[in-house]
């Protein structure tokens, strides 16, 4: 099973740039990137998910390096509500067991 | 809104009820799961149904017990609980097992055993 490695904690100011950075070293050659945010009390929600190079969605943007052993998230101008949990997953097809969160990275920003 | 449903959002039971918790998707997916949260720890997964059939049970106790009626409704008994088993239970459907690993999740039920 792929495992993901993520700093525990991350703070940083509204209207800053953030990238969280998850580590997947033993990823498998099917297995995509996604990542997840969860607020206190409710689901996780999806973010943004990617193979490799660079996605960019209306959230986030995604940029997987060519050996694909690493992964950032990347959050344009954080506000106040961006403070919340983010997972990063390396998922494969057809495998329900590799939907396994981690501990996550808690988001804090700070006015 | 994420098109997954769960009800009841809170749940207070004793230690010898018999209580349910209920999952409703209208988003056409053939795939649930039933995810424990506990207080600051990471989800845990603990069923998998693809197209009505378990496919993943992971070691999870007797004292819960599934029932996937058919791909849009997923429910989890519960009986005989212990206060440890106290936590967020959250749903979840994608619209196969695993996928490429985009799950809808529900907004969560807050279960409390006395």
């Known amino acids: 099973l792929a495992k993901t490695t993520q700093p525990i904690s991350m703070d940083s100011y509204e209207g800053q740039e953030v990238n969280i950075t998850c580590s997947h070293n033993?990823?498998?050659?099917?297995?995509?990137i996604t990542w997840y945010q969860q607020f206190p009390s409710q689901g996780p929600r999806f973010i943004i998910q990617?193979?490799?190079t660079k996605v960019t969605n209306e959230v986030a943007s995604l940029f997987i390096p060519a050996d694909r052993k690493s992964s950032t998230l990347s959050l344009p101008r954080v506000s106040l509500s961006d403070t919340a949990v983010y997972y990063c997953?390396?998922?494969?097809?057809?495998?329900?067991?590799?939907?396994?969160f981690g501990s996550g990275t808690q988001l804090t920003v700070l006015p | 809104e994420t098109g997954v449903t769960q009800t009841p959002r809170h749940l207070v039971m004793g230690m010898t009820n018999k209580k349910s918790l209920k999952c409703e998707q209208h988003?056409?997916?053939?795939?649930m799961y039933w995810y424990k949260q506990s207080a600051k720890k990471p989800l845990e997964l603990m069923f998998v149904?693809?197209?009505?059939?378990?496919?993943e049970n992971n070691s999870v106790p007797s004292r819960f017990s599934p029932e996937c009626p058919n791909s849009s409704h997923l429910f989890l008994h519960l009986h005989t609980l212990q206060p440890e088993d106290s936590a967020l239970y959250l749903c979840a459907s994608s619209q196969e097992e695993g996928g490429t690993g985009e799950l809808f999740f529900g907004e969560g039920s807050r279960l409390t055993v006395l």
């Open positions: 149904y693809n197209f009505k059939e378990q496919t």
């Open positions: 990617g193979y490799k």
């Open positions: 988003l056409g997916h053939n795939a």
């Open positions: 997953l390396s998922i494969s097809s057809g495998s329900a067991r590799q939907l396994t």
């Open positions: 033993n990823i498998a050659t099917n297995d995509y």
